[in-house]
């Protein structure tokens, strides 16, 4: 097994520096004042990216902002998407189209490149925002100005697919129930903890990708994001994991524990087998290089390393049974992370 070393990122920029981007809609300069602008990564998705778009424009603000959509279709007769921008006749939005498909983590990197403002944020076309998201950040960017390069949010789940609720209706009522009891504590946890908070490294050991996917309103320095080289497409498809896990190691990174964005899993490539079992793979990659790259991960690896070893061997990446102190510090990481 190839360890990762966490302490350091390729310049994935450099790798899409020739392959142009053809601005096809709007001006990128239109909104003179704004300081974040919504990035909406698309590829050949056009009834979800209208809904992503209108999700971005139906914002109940009065702060100005900006919204470019990337398209990854280097089919130029394919002209779907571009009718979907001019339905909207918004000066906000600005549409490009590469000349080359950048593949999903480089035409990530090509939004924040394109990206006009101070601040740039990610929205996949499959996903959408909530109506006070950019009053939200807003606020939070206001108070902390320059002590933070990337703001990470929560995001509601739509059909999660490892928490299926259509097996009868006793399940259903359990279900029910359950979330109705779940709702309840949370509520309650929730006054005694912060809606602020760093994200330890050695909570991705107990529940894999804290951070989440780069989406649903994932915030940036856009001139950090450019620094860092960007989401290294080799280690896909946890490219955005492994990024993200550099990038706050080395930079200034919080969370704020609001939901401002809903992450929808029905069109997702995350749900392809290949793609899950790699997935499984590479959390087997990250916990181990986790251990070797940080003291304390290293410790906690030898402390659950039973737990770990479960987990490497599993044939599922659905819940496995582990130790008690394990789910213990499990169940602490979400509150503190997700509450």
Known sequence: MELIDFSKNKDSFEEIKNIESILLWGDPNAIPDAEITICIPTYKRPKLLKEAIESAIKQET???????????????????????????????????KNKKNLGMFGNCNRCGELATTKWFALLHDDDFLKSNYINEVSKFLLKYKENIDLLILNMEHINYPFLRENNGNKKKKIVKLLKAVKGAIKNILSLFTHKITRIPVSSNMFLGNVYG??????????????????????????????FLIYFSKKYKVLKLKKYLGYYR???????????????????????????????????????????????FNSNTIDIIKHTIFYSLIQKYYIIILFV
Do not use: H
Not at 69 to 95: A, C, G, M, P, W
Not at 215 to 225: A, E, N, P, Q, V
Not at 278 to 289: D, G, L, N, P, T
């Open 62 to 96: 009065n702060i100005p902002y900006r919204i470019i959509v990337v398209d990854n279709d280097d089919d130029f007769k394919n002209d779907e998407n571009l009718r979907v921008i001019e339905s909207f006749n918004d000066i906000r939005i600005s549409y490009y």
């Open 213 to 242: 996917p780069p989406t649903c309103g994932m915030l940036f320095k856009k001139l950090t994001f450019l620094e860092s080289g960007g989401f290294n497409k080799d280690y896909y498809p946890s490219s955005d994991w492994f």
């Open 265 to 311: 899993w029905e069109d997702n490539e995350s749900l392809k087998k290949e793609t899950l079992e790699a997935f499984k793979k590479q959390r087997e990659e990250c916990i181990v290089s986790l251990s070797s790259n940080f003291l304390f991960c290293k410790i906690i690896y030898l402390i659950f390393k039973k737990d770990f070893i479960k987990i």
